[in-house]
Nanobody
Framework: QVQVVESGGGSVQAGGSLSLSCAASGRTLDDLNMGWFRQAPGKEREFVAAMGVTVGSEYYHDSVKGRFTISRHNAKNTVTLQMNSLNPEDTAVYYC??????????????????WGQGTQVTVSS
């Protein structure tokens, strides 16, 4: 059984940065695709970023390209989402998700089997 736990959320002013971390247990990252999703109040959960087990297999929602970076740290079995140039539209609960590596990297929430509890990110103007 895989468990993922997010940390690092908080409040920041527009233009600021935050780093979210996701710690996985139960399986090693080199066997998992990892994704970040977010859900703002009154909206559906949406894809943010994901990465597969191979170098160069990172994917981003258009709204965060150039501002967010997903990276994995296999030795620590963690994944980081570095968020820069934040704006109020980034305010949401951010969720880390994991799925067994299957040859493609999912960008839809139904493609992920394991989910964290979420961490709140609030960006004020």
């Amino acid at each position: 059984q895989v468990q993922v736990v997010e940390s690092g959320g908080g409040s920041v002013q527009a233009g600021g940065s935050l780093s979210l971390s996701c710690a996985a247990s139960g399986r090693t990252l080199d066997d998992l695709n990892m994704g970040w999703f977010r859900q703002a109040p009154g909206k559906e959960r949406e894809f943010v970023a994901a990465m597969g087990v191979t170098v160069g297999s990172e994917y981003y929602h258009d709204s965060v390209k150039g501002r967010f970076t997903i990276s994995r740290h296999n030795a620590k079995n963690t994944v980081t989402l570095q968020m820069n140039s934040l704006n109020p539209e980034d305010t949401a609960v951010y969720y880390c998700a994991a799925a067994g590596s299957a040859g493609w990297v999912g960008v839809f929430d139904y493609e992920y089997e394991y989910w964290g509890q979420g961490t709140q990110v609030t960006v004020s103007s």
